[in-house]
């Protein structure tokens, strides 16, 4: 239809101008045709809205990337055979590729394609040639690696879809050397607390005895005699303590009389402890004990972070251990929480009172089982009716239960799980939240949590939830009073959470921070805008940059820091919140420790992605020859009445045949 209006347009446009007054020569003529009929075409396009279709042709050559590994590992001092025979490797394989009929590309590779040596990353390197575009047409991926990778994990190699051919040269380790490969400790510990730390030596074709060295800066901790005979590996444990908290820096060394050891570097192996201050106390306080208490106590003793203390009050007096103790250190500053067991006969003193509502107060958690006490009445979420003899009912939980993730321990199936309670008869206050109902007649109170200004409160209105492990799962209820605890005691900063896989890294190795944020109800946080800043032993800041979202974590990676002592801190700027810790780099590299081949890793990676194993007997096999080149087609719209340029034509057009019109006389 647009066709035929437009030819109608052009006759009309001729017709109308073959006879001008005054008469034009032919220039000015085809001149004014020709821009009136631009002016006509452009409001037709308009007016019909047509499509410019037409088909754009590519080609596709099927490629084969070769990646040479180039980290240190592949040189190590005393492997000149190995690199010689990597070195062969490659070099047959490389003819026989560039022979082959598939496009052949080469790239080094150890941290990345263009990255440091200290370290080899095949993930990070796979990850820059797909951002790069050099995979899109790769049928096969050659890897000219000794294997030994420092990826975390391999997870990419399931999205890859392209089969990793591996080289594994005729090559084993033939020299001598003693090698501290391993050394295995807690990452934390407590103040003055004994902690064992083991240490992996590992012999090469080596027979004798040697010398395991525990040391802190200059100063020696332990030595141990060790003695190869007929094991290549051999641990060796120690055991200490540091008095300070912070970070505890060591080393461990493997010395011994030979000469003929060739590589010395990897001789010894660093690290570094986070000492904490001394455990967090959970103080339990009864009136007698029973098995609510021993129970409370296991469950929170299976919390190796936790230490519990129960104290028996009588008579106006705390008594531990058949000790009497003062309230004042019974609630001190390690004690994050408090659990008051009432069967019905404790009453406190009103100095205690005062001291114990004053401690929750300025923010330590508290649980209260059985019958509420009147004296705490100004904290607690309950208080007693004027019945004080107990019932027996089951709990059902309410909808503000979905509001806290701890009682999703308390399932269906749970619930059925949990007998007949003994409860209490108790009312609720209007600002308290009902977390849970007996089941009986009034629906009283069961389970009810209310804030004491920095403190958080749950009162549990009965006795005998003991039983709900003898029925259900024997985790069941260790689990919840765990999550309880871990919920009462969560501070705004135990909510923001910095999470560091060790303390201690090799230089070049990669450091990943993962920041895990939460609310007030334990999920994750998604309006965070994290800040990182890392700091050197000076004080001076060496990295301030955003952490960026992976999943329901927020994390950060580095691997270019010089050794040294680093502090860092994060900040998030829209809930105000603030986590720190402190790590260490060390000098040396991992690869240093790398030596051989790891077979068992190439091996994995080639049946892994469908892909080849080859060595030099079978080096024939590594010839692709590709398939026909590919004939790709796209298919390209334009909607020309969308384009600027069309209106600027014709008004380009229309203007300008207005002009000549008036220039040369036309009506």
Request: proline share 3%.
């Amino acid at each position: 239809m647009l066709i035929i209006f437009s030819i109608i347009a052009i006759f009309a446009v001729i017709w109308f101008y073959s006879k001008t007054v005054p008469d034009l020569n032919k220039t000015a003529k085809f001149l004014l045709i020709f821009l009136r009929i631009i002016s006509l075409l452009t409001i037709l396009i308009l007016l019909f809205n047509p499509i410019f279709r037409y088909t754009k042709k590519q080609y596709e050559y099927p490629s084969v990337v070769f990646l040479n590994d180039i980290s240190l590992s592949m040189h190590n001092a005393g492997e000149k055979e190995k690199t010689e025979a990597f070195t062969q490797m490659y070099q047959n394989a490389s003819k026989l590729l560039e022979n082959s009929t598939s496009r052949f590309l080469e790239f080094p590779f150890a941290d990345g394609i263009n990255g440091s040596s200290s370290t080899t990353l095949l993930g990070k390197t796979l990850k820059e040639l797909q951002e790069q575009k050099k995979l899109t047409s790769a049928r096969e991926i050659i890897l000219n690696s000794d294997g030994w990778l420092k990826d975390e994990n391999f997870s990419f190699l399931k999205k890859l879809n392209i089969p990793i051919t591996v080289l594994i040269p005729d090559y084993s380790y033939k020299e001598t050397d003693i090698e501290l490969s391993q050394i295995s400790y807690n990452r934390n510990v407590y103040q003055s607390e004994e902690f064992p730390l083991k240490a992996d030596v590992k012999a090469r074709n080596y027979r004798g005895k040697a010398q395991v060295v525990f040391t802190s800066g200059n100063t020696i901790i332990a030595t141990k005699e060790i003695e190869f005979d007929d094991k290549d590996v051999q641990t060796v444990e120690f055991s200490h303590s540091v008095a300070e908290t912070g970070l505890f820096t060591f080393d461990v060394k493997v010395k011994t009389d030979s000469e003929i050891d060739i590589n010395l570097d990897n001789n010894s192996y660093p690290g570094a402890i986070q000492v904490l201050n001394t455990k967090n106390e959970i103080v339990i306080i009864t009136d007698q004990l029973n098995w609510d208490v021993k129970f409370i106590k296991d469950a929170i003793n299976s919390n190796e972070n936790w230490l519990t203390r129960v104290v028996i009050y009588k008579n106006n007096v705390f008594t531990l251990a058949n000790e009497r103790v003062e309230i004042e250190n019974l609630l001190n500053e390690n004690c994050k929480a408090l659990v008051i067991v009432n069967s019905g006969n404790l009453q406190f003193s009103q100095g205690d009172t005062q001291y114990l509502i004053k401690s929750v107060e300025q923010g330590k958690g508290l649980v209260t089982m059985g019958l509420p006490l009147q004296e705490l009445n100004s904290i607690l979420p309950i208080y007693s009716s004027n019945i004080t003899k107990p019932f027996s009912a089951i709990i059902n939980l309410t909808e503000v239960a979905n509001k806290y993730q701890t009682f999703s321990l308390m399932d269906n199936q749970a619930l059925e799980d949990i007998p007949e309670l003994d409860f209490f008869y108790v009312n609720s206050k209007l600002e308290a939240e009902i977390i849970a109902k007996m089941a009986n007649e009034q629906n009283s109170p069961g389970i009810v949590f209310s804030n004491a200004q920095r403190g958080k409160v749950l009162s549990l209105a009965f006795t005998g939830l003991w039983k709900w492990q003898l029925r259900g799962d024997n985790n069941s209820f260790q689990q919840f009073f765990t999550s309880v605890i871990n919920w009462l005691t969560n501070n705004q900063s135990g909510n923001f959470l910095a999470i560091i896989r060790k303390n201690s890294f090799f230089s070049g190795e990669n450091i990943t921070i993962n920041l895990q944020a939460y609310d007030e109800r334990m999920n994750f946080r998604r309006d965070i805008n994290a800040q990182l800043t890392i700091k050197n032993s000076a004080g001076q800041i060496v990295l301030e940059d955003l952490m960026h979202r992976e999943n329901d974590n927020v994390i950060y990676s580095i691997n270019d820091l010089p050794p040294e002592k680093y502090t860092y801190e994060i900040a998030d700027n829209i809930t105000l919140q603030k986590t720190e810790g402190s790590f260490v780099v060390v000098s040396g590299s991992n690869e240093i420790r790398d030596l051989g081949i790891n077979n068992m890793l190439l091996t994995y990676l080639a049946k892994e992605t469908d892909g080849k194993i080859i060595t030099p007997q079978n080096m024939g096999e590594i010839i692709i020859d590709s398939e026909e080149t590919r004939e790709i087609k796209t298919n390209i719209e334009i909607p020309l009445y969308r384009k600027w340029y069309l209106i600027a034509l014709f008004l380009s057009a229309f203007c300008l045949e207005l002009f000549l019109r008036k220039r040369w006389g036309l009506l």
